[in-house]
């Protein structure tokens, strides 16, 4: 059955939308607003600062693909809609991590998880890293407002094979688990979600806020990377960005310049601190890109006898926090668990082997299931993160470093992961680590994970949640921004985006981007409309 592309009927309407890549000259352009990055905390701002008035221009370095382009087919979507083509790693080359890079940004291919920021973390943000007005009453009333917004409620259908191995596994060992809210409406149960959604279920960015603010005027500027701000260290004057080819691969010779009365920065994670990094922005305390968190994730892969197809259905419906807060907010470090789905391609990059030995694991897949622990990182004095640098061509890279206090949460959760996987029936389990084996009962398991060699490269490492990098807090001396977003040097600069947490949250952070975002564009856009702001409402308002 065919399927409308509300994106493209919006186009053929006459939304503004820009291809960089097709300029045949230099740009300049002017608005009210400028919007780096297309993600959940950028088009969040852009939807709800052009409903109030303001003139928008949202600028994303990736291209534009709407649902007429996703085929669920693995080499198109990782080279268009990730960063550097799925092949993001830290600066050792240890770590992967997975970003989208698209109109849309990471909500494009993420697998629809959405959580509220734990409590715990909204308290230890409050006690030590003095953000205010980020409590649980405080930010309840945005949560359920983009709850409502973008059809985010606990999944319905029962769970597929491979994430119902985590739910018997916990249930027969007594662990508490749940249901994942997912951000969908109408979905076909199809498990691409890390492609695009081809039915446009997966309420992300590209179906939603970016959609209602081409709708109220905003203009979308794509295939457009954002160089540096130009500024005298107390305010952004333009913004200078470069024209990328129609692959994003390497900028043609077309620039852009774009001055605006006030700038919202959200490239996210790695590429907000990298850009302030690129335009010397001013930094008297040394933070920026500082204290830059991943969820650290290790993987347990597990054979069962009866078809796991971890392919099909939903991706994620089920996890686990018994582990996450039971050792206390700095104690051991704390981990979730949930299911990754297994595509080829991706499994097998993350299962490794070569030859024969690769063949026969591929061939295995439909009886492979893998569980992930999502590594809670920053609230330990040994748990400082990484830090976001740049290399000579001016790209971002993030330098994180593994501490003895991490190898501990990673052995601690490949015991957890491999008992609760024998629990659920299956017939070997074998971390995901150089020297491991298939373990055919636990206790072969323990004495094997109690044994292995935790190192980079040796044990198989990765992330989807890059946060951090701009915290914010009340003292300039500890934070990049304040608790309202707002840059501490930079007077009409905003960040609004996952690097504003001044820590790892816990748990998958799209919900939490969302409402602090929405909580901080509304709070933006009131500030601008008064005298006392930088921009005039009625004088540069629509």
């Known amino acids: 059955m065919p399927v409308s592309d509300p994106f493209r009927e919006g186009l053929a309407r006459g939304w503004k939308a820009r291809d960089a890549s097709a300029l045949d000259h230099h740009l300049d352009l ?49 080279a268009s809609l990730y960063q550097e083509g799925i092949g993001r790693l830290s600066k050792d080359g240890a770590i992967t991590i ?25 308290r230890h943000w409050a006690s030590t890293h003095g953000v205010e007005g980020h409590g649980v009453d405080d930010l309840a009333p945005w949560f359920e407002r983009m709850e409502r917004r973008l059809g985010i409620a606990p999944w319905q259908m029962p769970p597929n094979a491979n994430n119902d191995v985590l739910r018997r596994g916990c249930a027969a060992l007594g662990l508490d688990w749940k249901v994942i809210p997912r951000n969908v409406r109408g ?76 700038y919202v920065l959200a490239g996210g994670g790695i590429n907000s601190p990298a850009l302030l990094l690129r335009s010397k922005a001013p930094d008297p305390h040394r933070l920026l890109g500082k204290r830059t ?55 097998a990059t993350l299962l490794g082997g070569f030859g024969e030995d690769n063949a026969l694991r591929m061939a295995d897949l439909p009886n492979t299931h893998v569980m992930l622990a999502l590594l809670r990182d920053g609230f330990h004095p040994q748990s400082i993160g990484g830090s976001v640098e740049l290399r000579s061509d001016g790209s971002p890279v993030l330098d994180y470093s593994v501490s003895p206090y991490a190898w501990d949460g990673v052995r601690r959760a490949f015991h957890s992961m491999a008992e609760i996987q024998f629990a659920a029936g299956a017939e070997s389990v074998q971390p995901l680590h150089a020297a491991s084996r298939p373990a055919h009962n636990l206790a072969e398991a323990r004495a094997m994970i109690d044994g292995l060699d935790l190192q980079l490269f040796l044990t198989r490492l990765g992330s989807a949640h890059v946060m951090g990098g701009c915290a914010m807090g009340k003292d300039p001396a500890q934070s990049v921004c304040d608790s309202l977003g707002r840059h501490h040097q930079l007077e009409n600069l905003s960040i609004h985006d996952g690097s504003l947490f001044p820590t790892s949250i816990g748990a998958n952070p799209q919900l939490s981007v969302y409402a602090i975002a929405a909580r901080l564009s509304q709070l933006l856009g009131e500030r601008l409309a008064t005298p006392s702001g930088d921009l005039v409402h009625s004088a540069f308002g629509r």
């Open 98 to 122: 997975l970003q989208g890079r698209a109109v849309g940004g990471t909500t494009l291919i993420n697998w629809t998880s959405s959580f509220r920021t734990p409590e715990p973390t909204l």
């Open 187 to 262: 979905c076909w149960n199809l498990g691409y979600c890390g492609m695009g959604c081809p039915v446009n279920a997966k309420q992300s960015m590209l179906v939603t806020s970016i959609p209602a603010a081409l709708e109220e005027g905003a203009e979308l500027l794509y295939l457009a990377r954002a160089e540096y701000l130009e500024h005298d260290g107390e305010r952004i004057e333009a913004l200078h960005c470069v024209a990328m080819d129609p692959q994003c691969v390497a900028p043609t010779d077309r620039r852009i310049r774009v001055r605006a009365r006030h």
């Open 30 to 78: 002017e608005t009210d607003i400028a919007i780096i990055g297309s993600g959940a905390g950028g088009a969040t701002s852009a939807e709800l600062l052009s409903a109030a008035g303001y003139r928008v221009l949202l600028i994303e370095e990736g291209p534009l693909k709407t649902s007429s382009d996703f085929h669920m087919l693995e080499n198109e979507a990782y």
């Open 293 to 347: 968190f991943l969820h650290l994730v290790n993987f347990s892969a597990a054979r069962f006898a009866e078809p796991v197809n971890p392919f099909y259905g939903a991706p994620q419906s089920i996890y686990s926090d018994h582990f996450q807060w039971r050792n206390g907010i700095d104690g051991p470090m704390g981990y979730k668990l949930e299911v990754p789905p297994l595509h080829p391609a991706l499994a």
